[in-house]
């Protein structure tokens, strides 16, 4: 808050702070881009929400980001710490809007193709027989 400040972009920044699920939920339905610039991740909760919301992520190349936004289809990864970069491809994605409408759009059939409840629960199933046969 206090670099927003010194930078002169305090007006135009919000700090939310924890959310509940619903206002999450609304704060992702009122977005027109979701980043991401994290440096380690796992499995980013947080992409995979945005993507099931329609939205287009700008993120860092990690490991977590790289196998969910398939880079230029449902999102645009960057290098890590190269803030140039991240600017860039933030701004293409501000600027474009039928462009950040169809990666919303396969941001959100990817989600539900690879990554919902019965998608994840067969995945388990087919590694749990497969650990079983050997």
């Given at each position: 808050?206090?670099?927003?400040?010194?930078?002169?972009?305090?007006?135009?920044?919000?700090?939310?702070?924890?959310?509940?699920?619903?206002?999450?939920?609304?704060?992702?339905?009122?977005?027109?881009?979701?980043?991401?610039?994290s440096r380690h991740e796992g499995m980013?909760?947080?992409?995979?929400?945005?993507?099931?919301?329609?939205?287009?992520?700008?993120?860092?190349?990690?490991?977590g980001s790289e196998e969910l936004i398939?880079?230029?289809?449902?999102?645009?990864?960057?290098?890590?710490?190269?803030?140039?970069?991240?600017?860039?491809?933030?701004?293409?994605?501000?600027?474009?809007?039928?462009?950040?409408?169809?990666?919303?759009?396969?941001?959100?059939?990817?989600?539900?193709?690879?990554?919902?409840?019965?998608?994840?629960?067969?995945?388990?199933?087919?590694?749990?027989?497969?650990?079983?046969?050997?």
């Open positions: 808050q206090a670099l927003a400040k010194e930078l002169g972009i305090a007006d135009r920044v919000i700090f939310l702070g924890w959310q509940s699920r619903a206002d999450l939920a609304k704060w992702y339905h009122q977005s027109n881009v979701f980043l991401f610039p980013p909760n947080a992409v995979l929400e945005a993507m099931a919301s329609g939205l287009p992520v700008v993120a860092t190349r990690i490991a398939l880079d230029g289809e449902t999102g645009i990864l960057v290098s890590s710490e190269n803030v140039d970069e991240l600017r860039d491809a933030l701004r293409k994605r501000l600027s474009a809007p039928e462009l950040r409408k169809s990666m919303g759009v396969a941001s959100r059939r990817r989600v539900e193709q690879s990554y919902s409840w019965q998608k994840v629960a067969e995945q388990y199933q087919s590694f749990l027989k497969e650990l079983s046969r050997h």
